[in-house]
């Protein structure tokens, strides 16, 4: 099993699409939940309680988020120093990556950074200079010795050009990152849809530029005999590969890619923090092995791409914070993205044919923070 570990709620960047639109959307309120917005800011259970949940499951990944994890880096000691999971992994804005020693950050299976692009859009969504120090704390740990997985995860939105920005990520020798994934900012608020130019974005920009992603990534495996690791497309690529029948939600949230908030509780997902309607044990009395799992309803559980998207997002569909026509539209950027891989699976399979690269080239580690389905 998978575990978000939530160290904190706070962060030290005041991102456009976080904290922006916690302003703008700040009178917000969750009439149908029953929700606690008085979670402890920092983790404040006994760490022995996590570390004995932890050792009952004996491929337990345990994943640090926030806020910014490093917030907290002595937490992080202390967790690192106590619990023996499988793997540890973390998502983190990377501004402090410097302040943990190698000794820790070396033992990382998996590092998400944020990272929207180049430099100016980076440092556009989250702050002048952000992306040179980020860049500066990558460089640093892969000197001192990072040897795992490493993932460039970009926010996209309107100001994303994602077919540029993400071949711009790779075609960029400067940067270690080893594979880019990138999340849409959609569906996480009520009322930011009618500000916003969401759907034209999506339709004039976003679509057309996932499928040119797709036909760049292909051309990519011809003449270099590799697979770039673009989570979306190889994700979507390794289930129609493997003629995969049916897609469980494929974050993980809510049926092996759980949340434990700063409290203890455990949640189905990270963005479900604080929803007590959902809660469903504590560290202190529940085995990983045996939660109770939740899944995704209508529309979802109603289409016909269900089998190959799993979904997308719990939160989304269980608050559904956008409107049905609204959301359609997230639902066809998701379509359109499956078509684009679908298009070029004929070269895929020739590719694989020929032994210019091979089925084991689309494995990858699943539930790593990676959504697949942006």
């Known amino acids: ?18 904290f922006g639109e916690t302003f703008e959307d700040f009178d917000e309120d969750f009439a149908d939940f029953d929700v606690d917005y008085a979670l402890p800011r920092k983790v404040n259970y006994d760490f022995k309680l996590l ?9 337990c990944v345990l994943t640090f988020y926030g806020g910014e994890p490093l917030v907290c880096t002595n937490e992080i000691r202390q967790i ?16 402090l990556l410097d302040k943990l020693e190698p000794e820790y950050v070396n033992r990382f299976h998996t590092i998400l950074v944020s990272l929207d692009g180049d430099e ?19 460089k640093l740990i892969v000197k001192n010795g990072f040897r795992g997985e490493l993932i460039a995860r970009m926010t ?17 020798k400067e940067f270690p990152f080893s594979s880019v994934h990138w999340q849409l900012n959609a569906g996480f608020w009520a009322n930011d849809y009618a ?3 969401f759907k034209s974005w999506s339709e004039d920009s976003y679509v057309p530029g996932v499928e040119r992603l797709a036909r760049f990534w292909v051309d990519h495996m011809e003449e270099k005999r590799k697979v770039l690791k673009l989570y979306p497309l190889l994700g979507i690529a390794n289930s129609l590969l493997l003629g995969e029948k049916e897609s469980l939600l494929r974050c993980g949230s809510g049926w092996i890619n759980y949340s434990i908030q700063t409290d203890g509780y455990i949640v189905p997902c990270p ?10 044990s504590h560290i ?6 045996k939660l109770k799992k939740t899944f995704v309803d209508a529309p979802c559980t109603e289409c016909d791409i269900l089998n190959v998207c799993g979904g997308r997002c719990l939160y989304a569909n269980i608050t559904k914070r956008w409107s049905k026509d609204a959301y359609a539209t997230v639902c066809n950027t998701v379509r359109e993205l499956v078509n684009a891989v679908k298009k070029e699976l004929p070269r895929i399979n020739e590719l694989i044919t020929d032994e210019k690269v091979s089925l084991n080239d689309f494995k990858f580690m699943k539930y790593n923070g990676c959504e697949i389905i942006p």
């Open 1 to 18: 099993m998978f575990f978000h570990v939530i160290l904190t709620t706070e962060c030290n960047l005041q991102c456009r699409y976080c």
């Open 195 to 197: 500000r916003r130019n």
């Open 120 to 138: 100016a859009l980076t440092d556009y969504y989250r702050g002048v200079g952000t992306f040179r120090k980020v860049i500066d704390n990558v």
């Open 80 to 95: 690192m120093d106590s619990a023996k999971p499988r793997h540890f992994m973390i998502q983190t804005n990377g501004l």
């Open 51 to 59: 570390a004995k949940f932890c050792s009952e499951d004996p491929e």
């Open 271 to 280: 963005a479900m923090w604080g929803m007590k309607n959902y809660y469903l």
């Open 284 to 289: 202190s009395n529940a085995h990983p092995l």
């Open 156 to 172: 996209a939105m309107e100001h994303t050009d994602i077919y540029q920005q993400v071949k711009w990520l790779v075609d960029n």
